[in-house]
């Protein structure tokens, strides 16, 4: 569409002010302007325009699109940055936020500062050495002004310490993990190594390696693959696939191969030269490690201390769990233990008199934090028959007052709750922590280590054997002298804190007893039980008596009385109250009235409603229609409208209220009414008032059953009485 501008006769008059062609060049002419042959005679009024020129005007009216003026702005380019301009300064913004974009500005803003001020210090060192050696003259100073003044823009640098200047501080970058050194890096050549990678890169059929590890099952897969073929793809499943160097040992351990290529949670195994031979000795390897052999041979140390320590601890407890799938140390496997182990006895406990030996939950959460840095001591995988994992924990605490037991993956129908509720029956420990992973059992604050359990039993049975001499040395010196007092033919020795004295009373007692019959007794007992549940209720009916006068007082404090209806209100005839209700029934618009009930807030929204509308409609969720009543009396004292109709809804019911014909807004609302806050207070006392008054019926009830059963058994036992007698 080409640009047209209308002139006026006046405007014509002064052709000085527009130019004849203001776009003469034809490349920087507007893009939306179209071209136009310029041989061709212009004509201002064509035959085929709708309209036509006016008689004054003899001038063409319309200008050629090269002619019109462009308003629109023009956009400009940037210009190439100047080696003269002043560089930015390092805290001036930069654009791109913190993406590598704007990094990149920033060091080539500081690679900008480095070069000018290693000139700066070029210049300097060149002054000072001319200025020695006095050489300079009027041409040189001439010079170095003129250098002054076209790197002006260094001088701000004099006199001050620039950013790499300053004292140089220690940053310590993140160290690449090393790559680790593999057995085939070691023992396969370069050429053949790189052959077997590049054909493991083209693999694409792999064994499944499950949870339950790398079993028998696995290892027959991978065999079977290398009779055809001299690699095998592993890949792992959760857990192993979190630790692929445990994973890479476990496989060179149980097949006998090499690791000659891994990717993710990806092995590709090599079987090796001369695997013929070696096939049916392979798996050896790894059946005597940490045994009960006495007979052992001994490793050679590897490892950090910790795992040093670790296996230090774990010798002797039992054979090791090679399917490990954390760091090492290796755990041991409790599966391999005995189920039962003859004479086992759990541990015996003695904490003293003065200390606790429950656990304070500061105490516990210090033991939680404690067995998170202590390495895994045992891997279960069965529930029941766990003595011989009891006996070693027992071993274990002797050295460390945790045990830490991890659950196996991939062994169905395990229940680590049932393991550790046999386990704790069996040691006596406190669990600290129990969830589908781990079970870490404390030894507890009496727990005695089998060494000091004997050295206390042992002292326990010399105190008993001296306690006995002494009461039989007593009873001896005792009959070797009568007492002064009695005569010498009545003389008898004494027998105060004896087991004569004991028998005598039990024989005295005797025909007391005998003549109580066995239910007798039990009646008695049934008696002397109800007897003291009814005062274990009245006591506790007592209390909430004491809360109800306490609530009582409370809601009493909080009391309004309502205002008076008014005795000169509006009266509406019946079908006027029918086509307002169904008014308010057809209104969207409604005011809930929630648990609070009727307060200051409530009749502002009715006042706020009747603004706009007549009627307001009022949802209440009260049940019982006596409440409802009263809170919709209560609604038209306050708010002096007239009560239309109380309807039942779905959810509720709905109290509509008609202004009345004569409305006019108070400017000030009643002053007796409670404000939201007071509100809220009286609802919940009244509700605790309500639930402590039906607590208070159910102990009434049980007391009067209970004193029911009491009168029953006495009506019993006076009529047994009465028949005997």
Same mark, same amino acid.
């Given at each position: ?34 071209? %136009? ?131 140089? +501080? ?22 053949? *190594? ?45 857990? /192993? ?63 950090? *201390? ?42 015996? +406990? ?33 529930? +029941? ?45 406190? /669990? ?7 079970? &870490? ?30 009461? %039989? ?31 005598? &009373? ?220």
């Amino acid at each position: 569409m080409s640009a047209t501008m209308f002139l006026t006769p006046t405007m014509l008059s002064k052709p000085s002010i527009i130019p004849k062609t203001l776009n003469p060049s034809p490349q920087q002419t507007h893009p939306k302007s179209i071209s %136009t042959n310029k041989n061709q005679d212009f004509n201002p009024n064509p035959s085929n325009s709708a309209t036509k020129t006016a008689p004054w005007m003899n001038t063409p009216l319309v200008l050629e699109p090269n002619q019109v003026i462009d308003f629109t702005k023009p956009k400009t380019r940037k210009k190439s940055p100047d080696n003269n301009k002043e560089e930015k300064t390092l805290t001036q913004k930069v654009s791109g936020g913190r993406g590598k974009h704007a990094m990149k500005k920033i060091l080539y803003s500081i690679d900008n500062l480095e070069q000018e001020s290693q000139e700066l210090e070029d210049t300097q060192k060149h002054m000072e050495f001319d200025l020695s050696l006095g050489k300079l003259g009027d041409n040189k100073l001439g010079d170095n002004n003129n250098n002054n003044n076209n790197d002006g823009k260094n001088k701000k640098w004099f006199g001050r310490k620039l950013p790499w200047e300053r004292e140089e +501080r220690m940053v310590f970058r993140r160290m690449k993990r090393e790559k680790t050194v593999t057995a085939a890096d070691l023992s396969l050549d370069d050429g053949l *190594l790189e052959r077997l990678r590049s054909e493991a890169r083209k693999m694409r059929s792999w064994v499944k390696v499950k949870k339950a590890g790398v079993n028998e099952g696995v290892v027959e897969q991978i065999r079977l693959i290398w009779n055809s073929d001299e690699l095998a793809m592993v890949k792992f499943d959760v857990p /192993l696939c979190r630790n692929m160097d445990r994973a890479r040992e476990i496989v060179e351990i149980k097949t006998g191969g090499l690791v000659v290529w891994s990717k993710k949670d990806t092995l590709v195994i090599y079987r090796g030269c001369n695997y013929r031979d070696n096939k049916h000795v392979t798996g050896a390897l790894y059946q005597t490690v940490g045994g009960h052999d006495d007979k052992e041979e001994t490793m050679p140390v590897q490892g950090s *201390l910790f795992e040093r320590e670790a296996d230090r601890l774990l010798d002797g407890l039992g054979p090791r769990f090679i399917d490990w799938w954390m760091p090492k140390p290796l755990p041991v496997d409790a599966d391999l233990l005995p189920e039962v182990v003859p004479g086992y006895k759990p541990p015996s +406990r003695l904490y003293p008199l003065s200390g606790r030996s429950k656990l304070t939950d500061t105490e516990l959460t210090h033991l939680r934090k404690q067995a998170y840095h202590l390495p895994t001591h045992f891997v279960l995988g069965r529930n +029941r028959n766990l003595q011989g994992l009891a006996a070693a924990i027992l071993k274990l605490w002797g050295k460390c007052h945790i045990a830490k037991i991890a659950v196996k993956w991939g062994i169905p129908n395990t229940s680590n709750e049932q393991m550790a509720s046999e386990l704790k029956l069996l040691t006596g420990g406190v /669990l600290l922590l129990r969830n589908k992973f781990y079970i &870490i059992l404390y030894r507890g604050k009496d727990f005695l280590p089998p060494d000091v359990a004997e050295v206390v039993i042992n002292r326990e049975a010399e105190i008993k054997s001296f306690q006995l001499q002494e009461e %039989t040395i007593r009873a001896n010196t005792v009959e070797m002298f009568d007492y002064l007092d009695q005569p010498s033919s009545d003389a008898s020795t004494s027998t105060i804190g004896t087991l004569k004295e004991f028998q005598t &009373i039990q024989s005295e007692h005797e025909s007391f007893m005998a003549g109580i019959s066995e239910a007798e007794m039990l009646l008695e007992a049934e008696k002397l039980k109800l007897e003291k549940e009814i005062r274990i209720q009245e006591h506790k009916y007592l209390i909430l008596k004491m809360k109800i006068n306490k609530a009582s007082k409370e809601l009493a404090k909080l009391a309004w009385e309502p205002v008076e209806p008014n005795a000169d209100r509006e009266i509406i005839t019946s079908e006027e109250r029918e086509s307002l209700r169904k008014m308010g029934l057809k209104m969207d618009s409604t005011l809930v009235l929630g648990r609070r009930g009727v307060f200051d807030g409530v009749i502002e929204g009715l006042h706020q409603h009747w603004k706009h509308r007549e009627i307001v409609k009022v949802v209440t969720m009260q049940r019982v229609f006596s409440r409802i009543l009263y809170t919709a009396q209560c609604l038209e004292a306050e708010s002096g409208g007239v009560l239309v109709s109380i309807e039942k809804m779905k959810l509720g019911y709905a109290i509509i209220i008609y202004r009345g014909k004569n409305y006019k807004r108070p400017s000030k609302f009643s002053r007796n009414l409670l404000t939201k806050r007071e509100a809220l207070q009286k609802s919940l006392e009244m509700q605790r008032i309500g639930s402590l008054r039906f607590f208070a019926n159910m102990r009434q009830q049980a007391i009067y059953e209970l004193k029911c059963k009491l009168d029953a058994l006495k009506n019993t036992d006076n009529n047994e009485n009465k028949l005997a007698s």
